[in-house]
């Protein structure tokens, strides 16, 4: 068992896995023929051998209560973590059937869970220790930033010039010019050190003949993208926060500068989105006592998970802190001090009524916010035509799904848990 006590669920656990293949693999691992000498110990550590295609059986060990989540190695030649091992040995251990016994770990998955925990408490000291003393050169900062406001400015001087020539030549010059006339201007967004108005381009390129109503949805985004650029070139005349969600907005780095809140935060949802370049993963938070809800991003090469994993439907306890800009939600993870366990936290969910009044409010802090995180209560999935809405059980408003969300797998999921009747609903 876990430092408190209690095992995790099926779901907690294939909810860590890197993609569905993983997720396929590790779950046909997780019966007891596969393995031999698993067991767990009172601190945390989980092993197992598993017999795999050579004459040695893969080893493989988990420090499921580590403070950062849960760690994994395995002696097998996957690049992926977890591996489909690390997956079936959780699952093995999650169903509670005696397959995974209590007892003293063997010394080679001992020494990997102390050697790991060792070098994270170094870490942290180093860390604690030096953080009053790295001044660095204040002055070079500043001049960096200039030089970057500069170039920033004469991007969005450049894109003003750009939309007013789309809107001047009609947008049906827009769909004979191809998709290249947005790229090359990402690209120049780019030059611009701008990256954030550089995706927001390269979305408008996405739009042009994308079926019924183009013309009008590119219209909005570029009024949307016009808002941007002139919040950006007159940001000295904004109130402080939305000049601090302006530079977000534009791409200019943040810092978690916000007060760190102490909080039980319990892990709402995570999951992953992947281009040629980059895995981003995105990991919501609920605080108990706070209310706050707060987003962590992590990032991996293309191909690999990001480092950052939290269970879903645990909860820890750390600080967090703010990053700038409004509606956004983003954070920084700072120390924890509890590894993630099963709780009883739930954060309070409100009719579609209140979610769609406060996604307004929101609106109005940062107008170019594409959704906001709410917990809907007493909503039932239904019909309505191809896609699917979330009604309200007790009054007359609907909200509907995105067709992303109509898609996906978990779809299906909500529907069978509901029966027709209401849940309780995150997104």
Known sequence: MTQQG????????????????????????????????????DEGTVWGLCKGSGSKPYQTVIDVADSTGPAYKCSCPSRKFP???????????AGEDGSVPRAQAPDWAEQWTAGRRGRAEARRTTTGGASGDASGDPEAARRRAERRAERITAGATELEQRLADLLRGGLASA???GYGLWEETAARMVDAQAPGLAARVRELGAIPGSGPGWPVRLLEECALLHL?????????????????????RVGLPGSADGPPVRDRWLVLAQYDTADARLTTRRIWLYGAGSGRTALLLSYGAAGRAPELTLPVGL????EVASYPGAGQLRAALGERFTAPAPAEIRPP??????????YGDALRDDPW???????????????????????????????????????????????????????????
């Open 315 to 318: 909860a820890f306890e750390a």
């Open 83 to 93: 591996c489909k091992h690390a997956l079936g040995l959780l699952l093995l251990w």
């Open 369 to 427: 916010l594409d959704a906001i995180p709410v917990t809907l209560a007493r909503v039932v999935p239904v019909p309505d035509g191809d896609s699917w809405q979330l009604c309200d059980a007790d009054g007359d408003l609907a909200l509907p799904l995105s067709p992303s969300a109509c898609s996906r797998p978990g779809l299906w999921r909500l529907i069978a848990l509901s029966g027709g009747g209401p849940v309780t609903v995150f997104g």
């Open 175 to 177: 769909e004979q010019a």
């Open 349 to 358: 969910g409100v009719p579609p009524a209140e979610a769609a009044a406060r």
């Open 6 to 41: 209690v095992r995790w669920t099926a779901e907690q656990v294939l909810a860590l896995a890197p993609d569905a293949a993983s997720r396929k693999a590790g779950s046909k691992l997780g019966a007891a023929g596969p393995w031999s000498e698993a067991g767990s110990s």
């Open 228 to 248: 941007l650029d002139q919040g950006w070139l007159r940001r000295e005349h904004l109130p402080e926060g939305l000049a601090a969600t302006v530079r977000s």
